[in-house]
T-cell receptor, first 116, second 116 residues
């Protein structure tokens, strides 16, 4: 069974600073996807960034980038130039790269506060 | 495009009652997945519907059942409600025709169920 672990329940940073959220996972699969989702107070789960396990290059989306270490089963999210709108719960998540099983497995989340 | 919609927004029930939650998928999507998010936790996969049939199921008791209609909308039914069923129930839709490729799951805003 796959598991996703987020060891930081809560973090706070000043606006414009850079923050890194940590995530580790456990799987015996070789092909899979990893995600970071953002859930603001509005509750809408929004995909922030996706990483395919077979790609060595780390994914980036504007101010968001990941550090994917496949051997260490580590997948951290870096938010650069943080903004007040980045305040939210952030979930690390895993999905097999197999057609018949595309359920998403989530970690418990990290609550991120961006302070003015 | 209205995105994924869910109804109702909030719901209060008492123990032993039955509840039905509804989800309309994003335009063009034919697959609906349901997740339960307890307070302070990450979402957990309940089940997924495609072509009006349950295609995958997570570790949830038979009290949790679902249905998908020809227009791809879906219902989640929970019988004999327990206090522990209190949670945010999220619906996600995706395109399920070709599962050899990544199909992003788009989430709705959720239904907050409180069981008293």
């Amino acid at each position: 069974a796959q598991t996703v672990t987020q060891s930081q329940p809560e973090m706070s940073v000043q606006e414009a600073e850079t923050v890194t959220l940590s995530c580790t996972y456990d799987t015996s699969e070789n092909n899979y996807y990893l995600f970071w989702y953002k859930q603001p107070p509005s509750r809408q789960m929004i995909l922030v960034i996706r990483q395919e396990a077979y790609k060595q290059q780390n994914a980036t989306e504007n101010r968001f980038s990941v550090n994917f270490q496949k051997a260490a089963k580590s997948f951290s999210l870096k938010i650069s130039d943080s903004q007040l709108g980045d305040t939210a719960m952030y979930f690390c998540a895993f999905m097999k790269h197999e057609g018949r099983d595309d359920k998403i497995i989530f970690g418990k989340g990290t609550r991120l506060h961006i302070l003015p | 495009d209205a995105g994924v919609t869910q109804s109702p927004t909030h719901l209060i029930k008492t123990r032993g009652q039955q509840v039905t939650l509804r989800c309309s998928p994003k335009s063009g999507h034919d697959t609906v997945s349901w997740y339960q998010q307890a307070l302070g936790q990450g979402p957990q996969f309940i089940f997924q519907y495609y072509e009006e049939e349950e295609r995958q199921r997570g570790n949830f008791p038979d009290r949790f059942s679902g249905h998908q209609f020809p227009n791809y909308s879906s219902e989640l039914n929970v019988n004999a409600l327990l206090l522990g069923d209190s949670a945010l129930y999220l619906c996600a839709s995706s395109q399920g025709l070709d599962r050899n490729y990544y199909n992003e799951q788009f989430f709705g805003p959720g239904t907050r169920l409180t069981v008293l």
